[in-house]
């Protein structure tokens, strides 16, 4: 693993973001920019999926939200990784990374499976299975929120 982490580390994309100020700094921005999508769009739909907003239909809100959120995963899964291989070998050790990579994971995998389950629009999901789902999301979105924000203290 070592030597793999290594290799990221070595590539040229890596050499060029520690050797670029401003290109490092628009990596970490675009990072926030797709975390600011993602949570800023799931975390309305959430709570929509908990009871508020009831006059609000579920479809208009799933139709502009989803793809916003599924943007904003793609922009911080990319710039997250490219600030990863920068010091993959130092970063790879973090529990903080480790956590919010799984919550991550969790989270991406959640929400593909309802929408797979219960229809793109979740027109065929019960009410039940929405309020599980809708504080399965917030616990993985904020907890990867948190412990990517904790990174930053845990790293040497």
Known sequence: MEAFLGALEATAIAETLRGARWG????????????????????????????????????????VLVPVAATGLLIAVVAGSLLFIVRAREYAGIEFLQAKLALVTIGTLAALTLHRRHGRLLQRAAEATLVRHALLSMTCWIGALVCGRLIAFAAP
Request: aromatic residues 8%.
């Open 24 to 63: 490092y700094a628009a990596v970490n921005a675009s990072h926030i920019f797709g975390i600011a999508l993602l949570v800023g769009a799931t975390l309305p739909l959430d709570l929509h999926l908990l009871g508020l907003w009831r006059s609000v239909p579920r479809a208009p809100l799933v139709r």
